[in-house]
């Protein structure tokens, strides 16, 4: 195997991780948002951590601190929307919604990014594509419209948090994408994760003094790992490393495989039903997500001898 083939299968082994950490830390940051921590302090908390180990990987291995003042305005663009609106909006959304309509509202992330990238980068969008950006649409806002009728506080409304948080994540991945390829890894997300721990630090800070780890059950502690030093650590270091070698839209197709491991964690503990308005509604947005990242139009055949 070639040296380039090498990093791509390790670039989609390690996204394939990432999806995976994605997929179970929906139910474990919910077993956290129930009742133990809020939503501003967990994310306080999450960008505190990992803020504090790329800070060390970076001192150790690279001793790089600042990057090129013409690349300031980026950082912080990617800051906001890859930390601050992104993580909050996310944490505030599941704390309304389930894990099963975060996941599957999250798969919209490719969708967003074919639409940015038509809107900043001039990418062209072919007919298919529209049809998938149509389907995936239709189907969030079954999702969410659906979700109206649902017990709780404000169902539909941390569907649409999660979409906010999707558009951002969508954002975030292509305003990277290029600091990715001109910095080391650690000096990029130590940068962003800057960013956003000096606007959430004022804002969760508060709410994180005022947690009590001593009501804390075995599984809460659990998840706090999963969550800082899976999701927010690992999962963002992998991810910002596979960029150095993969385009932002294959990145999202990943996403395809959050709803099903995020549905299985759910079911399993209890979490969460499946249903088979989610199913449908899921298998729309799919389709439509799959659409809108195909190259060519799926009634294309080769011709012959080709």
Do not use: C
């Not at 299968?9 to 390690?14: D, R, T």
């Not at 997929?23 to 919910?30: D, L, T």
């Not at 940015?116 to 529209?130: D, T």
């Not at 964690?265 to 209890?270: I, P, Q, T």
């Amino acid at each position: 195997m070639s040296h380039s083939r090498r990093r791509m299968a390790l670039a989609h082994g390690a996204l394939f991780l990432v999806a995976f950490i994605y997929g179970i830390s929906y139910v474990f940051a919910q077993i956290v948002l129930d009742g133990y921590l809020a939503p501003r302090a967990l994310v306080a908390l999450r960008l505190l951590t990992a803020w504090t180990l790329f800070a060390l990987i970076n001192a150790a291995f690279y001793r790089r601190w600042l990057p090129e003042r013409a690349d300031i305005p980026r950082f912080i663009a990617a800051g906001l929307t890859g930390t601050v609106i992104n993580m909050t909006f996310f944490m505030e959304g599941l704390s309304r919604t389930s894990a099963i309509h975060a996941s599957l509202i999250m798969t919209t992330t490719p969708v967003i990014i074919l639409i940015l990238s038509a809107v900043w980068l001039h990418s062209k969008i072919r007919p298919w594509q529209v049809v998938g950006v149509l389907m995936a649409g239709v189907g969030v806002v079954g999702l969410i419209l659906a979700g109206r009728g649902l017990p709780g506080e404000g169902h539909w409304l941390g569907d649409l948090m999660i979409l906010i948080n999707a558009v951002s994540y969508g954002t975030y991945l292509i305003l990277i994408t290029p600091m990715m390829r001109k910095y080391p890894t650690p000096l990029v997300i130590f940068w962003v994760f800057s960013v956003g721990l000096a606007v959430m630090l004022p804002l969760g800070g508060p709410q994180l003094m005022q947690a009590r780890p001593d009501t804390f059950t075995p599984m809460v502690w659990t998840s706090l790992a999963v969550i800082t030093l899976g999701t927010t650590f690992l999962a963002y270091l992998l991810n910002a490393w596979a960029l150095n070698i993969v385009p932002p839209y294959v990145v999202g197709v990943y996403v395809y495989m959050q709803p099903l491991i995020a549905t299985l964690s759910a079911v399993f503990l209890g979490r969460d039903t499946l249903t088979l308005l989610k199913v449908f509604l899921g298998i729309l947005i799919i389709m439509g997500v799959i659409l809108t990242n195909m190259r060519r139009s799926p009634f294309h055949r080769p011709r012959a001898g080709a």
